[in-house]
């Protein structure tokens, strides 16, 4: 096995405790590493860095944060082969796959750097004479970065580069399935040549984590994450007051009307339900299908959903690649067979697969209802429920019956049906004839359950900074 150390306060610092975390390859069930688990003294320890080095960064001109942001997009961008390979492995993506990953995870970094002169206030108009109010943007502090395992690379770069340009500093806390990849993106860290204790990136235990984010230096936790998760770091706010900003649950519904083109509409579907085995936030997970097409739609899906391999993605990269863990393969299997038990008819798909690895085949179910647990909460997995429905109104109320609103996707030519889905559906994001892939531009922010706050964009990286209203006499 590999040694690895984690990054603390601006170094590589050798484990403090014999305390480890087992690393899985989920295409094979087998621990290939382990990484040492920070101990609450190094917890504290960066935290304490990060508000002290913070002080100055702040203070920087951002056109000088943008050029350190530069500098570590490039040593990203050289080390991608290394971190691709090391997030293939503990992931289950194919390594060129893995590799983009890196690569998109630079370019993300290079957006961000180009906020450096567009960081603005406002000057407002006051009441009084002879006074002027100015708006300023400062920086929160110290961010708590909490990392999710399924897109490890750019997530831990989509919050740490907002962060950073707005003149905060970070510590990093990876998902325990993945903390080789942000491990070896520490090594750009440190290539970069940022000021020592700007960023720590630690895999921990979730005691440790806890000690991490309610630090008094802690001004604000960022977590893509589960509804669950969500809730203990709104706990966490509370020692602090500590600004949350939450990506959790999602389920996604994905509305087919009449004048879709089906067989795009298949492929599309099939595509994005199996990327990374559907462990995807936005991925499709309630499929309505207006009733005149829902049977020509339902065999296409049958068929594809029939002919999608899965497998090894090292050995074939073409193929489905397996579920993070075996706890989170029991859970999707545990309801598609609640699924059926209640009525669903299982199209395809649906069987637990003999041999190594965290696998599960695409699954179909037809003949759902919306009080079923499967359209009611997120499977995280490659299964798709789907019903009909009888007319636009009824889809959108199907829609938005939910106690998550992440993102929502809509199929049709007609533009009537879409202004209407625009106006009225209770999600932060609709995509029409495509699937979601959070463009960097715009802003990826949930409605209801679905999270607090936001990424990307000017109003993504807005998130990161406070305000100071001056109230100038002249």
């Known amino acids: 096995m590999t040694p690895h150390q984690n990054f603390i306060a601006g170094r590589f610092a050798a484990p403090s405790s014999d305390a480890v975390i087992e690393v899985r390859n989920p295409a094979t069930g087998r621990v290939f590493t382990t990484v040492p688990a920070a101990t609450e003294a190094e917890a504290v320890e960066a935290v304490q860095a990060a508000a002290a080095a913070q002080k100055a960064w702040g203070k920087l001109p951002s056109i000088q944060r943008g050029d350190a942001l530069r500098r570590l997009a490039a040593a990203i961008e050289v080390r991608a082969g290394a971190i691709g390979a090391a997030l293939a492995q503990e992931s289950g993506k194919s390594l060129a796959d893995a590799t983009a990953e890196a690569v998109y995870a630079a370019e993300l970094m290079r957006y961000h750097a180009e906020w ?13 004479p002879d006074e002027t109010l100015l708006l300023k943007r400062e920086p929160i502090g110290v961010v708590a970065c909490l990392i999710p395992f399924n897109y490890p690379v750019y997530t831990l770069v989509r919050k740490i580069a907002p962060a950073l ?20 993106i520490a090594a750009a860290v440190e290539e970069a040549g940022l000021p020592p204790g700007l960023v720590s990136i630690m895999a921990m235990t979730h005691e440790t984590a806890q000690v991490l984010c309610t630090q008094p230096a802690v001004g604000m936790i960022t977590l893509t994450g589960s509804v669950g998760a969500g809730r203990i770091v709104l706990d966490y706010c509370k020692d602090n007051i500590a600004r949350p900003s939450l990506e959790l649950g999602g389920k ?3 509305i087919v009307e009449p004048d879709a083109d089906l067989d795009e509409v298949a492929a599309r579907i099939v595509a994005a339900k199996t990327t990374h085995c559907g462990q995807v936030c936005t991925a499709a997970e309630r499929l309505y299908v207006h009733d005149s097409i829902h049977d020509a ?8 959903f029939q002919a999608r391999r899965f497998g090894d993605r ?3 990269p073409d193929r489905m690649g397996p579920l993070a863990t075996a706890a989170a393969r029991a859970h999707v299997h545990g309801m598609v067979e609640r699924a059926v038990a209640e009525g669903a008819v299982l199209e395809a798909g649906g069987v637990l697969p003999e041999g190594d690895g965290f696998f599960y085949p695409p699954t179909l179910l037809s003949g759902c209802r919306q ?13 798709l429920a789907m019903m009909p429905y009888r007319d636009a109104a009824q889809a959108l109320a199907l829609a938005n019956d939910h106690q998550f609103g992440l993102t929502s996707v809509l199929f049709t030519e007609d533009y009537r049906t879409v202004m209407r889905f625009a106006d009225a559906i209770e999600a932060g994001e609709l995509y029409v004839n495509r699937f979601p892939a959070d463009p960097y531009q715009g802003f990826h922010a949930g409605w209801k359950r679905s999270g607090l706050g936001g990424d990307d964009g000017k109003h993504g990286m807005l998130e990161f900074t406070q305000t100071r209203l001056v109230v100038l006499k002249h």
Request: proline share 8%; hydrophobic share 45%; net charge negative.
């Open 314 to 316: 090292e050995a074939d």
């Open 252 to 254: 996604t519904p994905v």
């Open 165 to 184: 340009i707005a003149g905060n500093a970070v510590v990093v806390r990876p998902s325990n399935s993945t903390p080789i990849s942000a491990l070896a």
């Open 297 to 304: 739609l339902l065999d296409r899906l049958r068929a594809a």
């Open 371 to 383: 009080e079923m647990e499967i359209i009611r909460e997120e499977v995280f997995g490659p299964v």
């Open 116 to 128: 450096a002169r567009r960081i603005e206030g406002e000057v407002i108009p006051s009441d009084t």
